[in-house]
């Protein structure tokens, strides 16, 4: 893998010298915008809306608004900018995992020791496992300060920051209209024997993305010219009776 980024870890008074590494990746088949007409791949222009110039990437530089002016800022000038120019994942404080509200939780990154770093890093990680807390940390990457919460995957021994949304980035559920309706004692019984019959230990690779699975075989049956099969319609069964929904469901499970 190719680092995205370098620094240190701040620990008290211990640097950890990392590299941060991105965790995830997109497996969609690639898709574009095509006319249909001819199948001609549509483009899009960056066109400047003073002067109506196509402008090229390396003509395009950051602008911010600031009242009603545009200030350009360059390299050099958020170099002033204290977290943007020591490059320093600052340890705020040390949370038990399970406070912090998943909804907080953005991107993930993997971060290894750069070289000559393996002792520190590795005290990090076996302190992190031994308390069984995060750290919350707090970093400048890509002209934006992160949050983040820092932890140990055990069992590789590296560290795996979760970069958070501030608190102002997340919507207040109360925005979310939810009528109260009384729900009776038996439909709670049979909904938790639903779940009961349907619990099970997680495992992430028993699922598949199907959906692209089926993309990519219907992609291939084009690319021959082959007949696509026909789709038939699935029946919906009436789940209006909600007790009626719930037998049923629990029925099902038991064949």
Not at 38 to 53: F, L, Q, S, W
Not at 113 to 138: I, S
Not at 183 to 198: F, Y
Request: negative net charge; contains cysteine.
């Amino acid at each position: 893998m190719r680092a995205i980024w370098t620094g240190a870890v701040s620990f008290g008074l211990v640097n950890v010298p990392v590299k941060l590494y991105g965790a995830t990746e997109d497996h969609d088949t690639p898709g574009h915008q095509v006319h249909d007409k001819d199948n001609g791949r549509i483009r899009y222009k960056r066109v400047c809306e003073e002067c109506g110039e196509v402008v090229e990437y390396a003509n395009i530089t950051k602008g911010y608004e600031y009242g009603d002016q545009t200030i350009v800022l360059t390299a050099d000038d958020l170099s002033h900018i204290a977290a943007e120019r020591d490059k320093v994942i600052d340890v705020l404080e040390f949370v038990p995992a399970d406070a912090i509200d998943p909804l907080m939780y953005d991107k993930a990154y993997y971060l290894g020791p750069q070289k000559g770093a393996d002792k520190a890093y590795n005290l990090l990680t076996a302190t992190l496992a031994r308390v069984e807390r995060v750290a919350l940390v707090k970093f400048a990457m890509r002209s934006k300060t992160r949050l983040a919460a820092l932890r140990v995957l055990p069992k590789e021994g590296v560290l795996v920051a979760h970069t958070l949304r501030w608190p102002d980035e997340v919507r207040h559920a109360t925005e979310v209209k939810v009528s109260e309706v009384e729900v009776s004692d038996k439909e709670l019984n049979l909904a938790e024997m639903l779940v009961e019959s349907m619990a099970n230990e997680f495992n992430p690779d028993r699922y598949r993305d199907t959906y692209q699975e089926e993309l990519r075989e219907l992609l291939a049956l084009k690319a021959e010219g082959a007949e696509l099969p026909v789709v038939e319609e699935s029946e919906t069964e009436d789940v209006s009776d909600l007790l009626a929904a719930l037998e049923a469901s629990i029925k099902g499970k038991g064949k």
